[in-house]
């Protein structure tokens, strides 16, 4: 039986879709054909330009007099060149990044990262904020105070590496109080960026230590302000007094401030702060003392450790007899009797474990 | 008048999957500029920070006896701070555990091993004195998830990274996933893309060169691989909605992963089961949370290059998929679900789930009309180009995407090769593997058993003596 066909409109929709999905399957295909050939036409250009500025850039850091010898820069190879400069700067130490900087100025990068600046893709204006600062062009300072305090956090971090590269002991309080300001930072990058300038940075960050008074007595915020401090200190690597972080310890009663001023006790001082903390509810703060306990290294604190060794928590008990078998002049046989006595048989477990495990790595 | 409405409805249908692909394609393409220029940033020289945050390596290992010592060995060497890498084997046959412990001279080690999700029985855990980063845990089998959760108790740091055995991984693939975890401290899960390794040279666990692999059934699946991996999850991910990280390599906050109970066993796809569970309780309890997707090709693995193999892996993706999806129908528009809840679901049981079915009845349907004389054959030539002209057009778009952003396949010879592969693949393997999805709707549907599966493996993965 024949049944009668829809209106033809609705035919030709789908012919026009059919038509339509054919033409831009063709035109995909030739984009890919158009892609293949620009990369087959510039790629040998790119590789040229690299190895013919590579060798111009390892001479200059060299030190040597490359007047009139350099080659010509194209004006749509100055990105391409600021790059390359960027990765030798950031690969070099000592005097041959003055000469590369030389070099660069001598090619008027300063413009080119300058207009970088203002790019739209992050990435550019992270790679241009770094540019300016191994320039160390002045020029650019108010561009990159701008970013430090405007930026988004990724910028202010470059930011500040770039001002302290400009002029280290001129800039270094802003770019402390910012980053003092800045929350959710990336401490990871921070510690990459910035501990080239860990010595001047650590003299300002000193100076400007939250009070160590009880902390719900000072203003609003005391506490976070003093928790974003600790964590920037532990970025920068900075040894901090024992008795400051002690008298923190002894004030506060902020679990995640109790942990970063923890990560940071070193030596002998504020040890008794410290020890208070050693039952407190929170297993991690525990974990933390029992960690502490370990790097310092005192034989009054081994009972103490012991005692944190039959701690409910595994990682409290895996700490605490890491800690107890890193205490200088307290033998293995020693702590193996200290934590027998406790009875306990998690405790015991545990021992053998670390034990295991150290003689594993030794 | 009712064939030419149903038939108009297969054409609706087909028109409304693609045009979301196509969306999710638009999204790639934005994400993947932004993460070009991204790239050229972190290629520049800096040293690696001691505060990235430190990764388990959990590889669960069912008979591996022919791979595991090149993949431990691979992993062995990643470049990343802080890492330790746990090889569970989950009760395996074959010599899985001897050859390990011949390689690396594991020895018995008394481990206070600590239970937070339950797991089978721990027969033993090893350590290996020449390499500080190893332990192997011992178990008696119960499964990929339970190996996993095995993984989770024994594991050290607060993230955790799940790696098929028989993957490879790029050097910088955990320093590539663990970068969002910097970024945003509320990211709970990363994962990166997967690619085929087959055609490519591997040797000892390691890929020295990449090339696309001569037999069909691999190359369709390079092409799934590329757009799964560039546009779908990609697309997805830029609305915080991706609703599966690959079993093959993903990484995931712990405490979060222990906080929704850790991988449930007892399911085949518990790598997407997992994800959806994270989102419908972060919802539900109203966390803030991200799932991202990183784009860069981090992790490597041999695909099936057989038919009896292949057809097998889809039964069991699909029960996978029915499975994580009617444990979660509460996600399913409900009040908190956003995205993922009120986009990403429904897509998943309408165009994931039930598109094997429509998919099939639709060629079944049209060519009956057709061939009963209810629609013209113009209506049936032209439902036919929708259908697989937008397919074709989808793949294309893959090619191109992946030219414009890793180029992993830069010769004219391999492009030449994508591009008709996008074509051929519409021809006859997408509606096969449309109606071996269906097999698994059956067998989830009946609930027959499955397990792991076995995989025949073409690749020289042996480590180099």
């Known amino acids: 039986m024949h049944v009668p066909h829809a209106p033809e409109f609705s035919l030709s929709v789908v012919l026009w879709l059919a038509w339509t999905t054919l033409a831009l399957v063709l035109m995909t295909v030739l984009g890919l054909l158009l892609l293949r050939w620009w990369r087959w036409r510039s790629e040998p250009q790119k590789a040229a330009f690299r190895q013919r500025w590579s060798e111009v850039l390892m001479r200059c850091a060299l030190g040597e007099d490359l007047k009139g010898q350099l080659p010509h820069l194209k004006s749509k190879e100055r990105w391409a060149f600021m790059k390359l400069w960027l990765h030798c700067q950031l690969s070099l130490k000592g005097p041959g990044r003055d000469r590369l900087a030389a070099l660069a100025r001598l090619m008027e990068c300063q413009s080119m990262a300058m207009r970088k600046l203002g790019s739209r893709h992050a990435a550019e204006r992270l790679m241009a904020i770094l540019a300016l600062g191994f320039l160390k062009d002045e020029q650019a300072v108010p561009a990159l105070l701008e ?14 590496r770039a001002l302290l590269e400009i002029d280290a002991s001129a800039h270094v309080d802003q770019v402390v109080q910012r980053l003092l300001t800045l929350t959710d930072l990336d401490f990871s990058l921070v510690s990459v960026l910035l501990k080239p300038f860990r010595g001047v940075l650590a003299r300002t960050m000193m100076e400007g230590m939250p009070p160590s008074a009880p902390l719900q007595a000072c203003a609003p915020g005391a506490a976070a302000a003093a928790l974003q401090w600790l964590r920037l200190a532990r970025a920068l690597s900075l040894q901090v007094p024992g008795e400051r972080l002690g008298a923190f310890l002894a004030n506060s009663d902020d679990i995640d401030l109790l942990i970063a001023t923890t990560r940071l006790m070193q030596g002998e001082q504020g040890t008794q702060a410290l020890i208070a903390h050693a039952q407190h509810q929170d297993w991690r703060v525990r974990a933390q003392v029992a960690q502490a306990l370990g ?44 934590i027998e006595c406790t009875g306990d048989r998690y405790a015991i477990n545990m021992l053998h474990s670390v034990i295991s495990e150290r003689e594993a790595f030794a | 008048m009712m064939a030419q409405t149903v038939t108009w409805l297969m054409v609706a249908y087909f028109l409304a999957i693609h045009a979301i692909y196509l969306m999710l394609t638009v999204l790639a393409a934005r994400a993947l500029l932004r993460n070009q220029r991204y790239r050229e940033m972190e290629e520049l020289p800096m040293a690696y920070s001691l505060l990235m945050p430190p990764i388990s390596v ?3 290992a069912y008979n591996e006896e022919t791979t595991i010592v090149a993949t431990v060995e691979s992993l062995l060497q990643l470049s990343y701070g802080e890492f330790e890498v746990i090889v569970v084997n989950d009760g395996s046959k074959d010599a899985t555990l001897s050859v390990l412990i011949e390689q690396f001279g594991l020895l018995p080690y008394p481990e206070a091993y600590r239970v937070q999700i339950p797991t089978q029985e721990i027969m033993g855990i090893y350590r290996s004195p020449r390499h500080a980063k190893l332990r192997v845990i011992d178990k008696r089998n119960g499964g990929k998830a339970d190996s996993l959760n095995a993984g989770i108790n024994a594991s050290r740091y ?17 320093q590539k996933v663990a970068k969002p975890f910097l970024r945003h401290p509320d990211m709970v899960a990363t994962g990166g893309t997967i690619r085929a390794a087959n055609g490519c040279d591997v040797r000892g666990g390691d890929l020295h ?3 696309l692999p001569s037999n069909p059934w691999a190359l369709f699946q390079v092409m799934e691989y590329l757009r799964a991996f560039l546009f779908g999850r990609l697309g997805w991910s830029s609305v915080n909605a991706m609703l599966i990280i690959s079993g093959a390599f993903g990484l995931f906050r712990k405490q979060t992963v222990i906080d929704v109970g850790g991988y449930r066993t007892h399911t085949i796809g518990e790598d997407m089961e997992l994800v959806v569970r994270i989102h419908h309780q972060m919802r539900e309890q109203g966390l803030p949370y991200r799932i991202e997707f990183v784009p860069d090709p981090v992790c490597w693995t041999e695909v099936p290059e057989d038919r009896q193999t292949l057809r097998n892996q889809r039964i069991r993706w699909q029960r996978g998929l029915s499975e994580s999806l009617n444990a979660h129908w509460g996600l399913m528009f409900s009040r908190s679900g956003g995205w993922p809840g009120w986009v990403a679901f429904p897509y998943m049981v ?3 789930w039930l598109g094997p079915v429509v998919e099939c009845l639709g060629y079944l349907w049209t060519a009956y009309a057709w061939s009963a004389d209810l629609i013209s054959w113009a209506a049936f030539a032209a439902f036919l180009l929708v259908s697989l002209g937008l397919g074709i057009l989808l793949s294309v778009a893959g090619v191109l995407l992946e030219q414009l952003s890793f180029q992993m396949y830069p010769q004219v010879r391999q492009i030449f090769k994508l591009v008709l592969v996008a074509v051929a693949e519409n021809l006859g393997y997408r509606q096969l593997n449309a109606w ?11 609930q027959k058993e499955a397990g792991w599966g076995t995989m025949k493996r073409k690749g020289n993965w042996q480590a180099p003596q």
């Open chain 1, 147 to 160: 970013q430090l305090h405007q930026g988004e956090k990724q910028a202010a971090v470059h930011a500040a």
């Open chain 1, 295 to 338: 790097r310092i290294g005192r034989l009054d604190d081994a009972e103490l450790l012991a005692r944190l060794t039959t701690d409910a928590q595994w990682w409290v008990r895996y700490r605490a007899t890491q800690a107890l078998l890193s205490i200088p002049g307290l033998s293995v046989q020693k702590v193996q009797t200290r």
């Open chain 2, 58 to 60: 959990l590889v669960p």
């Open chain 2, 158 to 174: 607060p993230l955790f990274c799940g790696v098929d055995a028989d993957s490879i991984l790029e050097r910088d693939s955990l």
């Open chain 2, 209 to 211: 060169r990449i090339d």
């Open chain 2, 350 to 352: 309408l165009f994931e």
């Open chain 2, 436 to 446: 071996w999805r269906i097999v698994g709707l059956y067998r989830w549907a009946t």
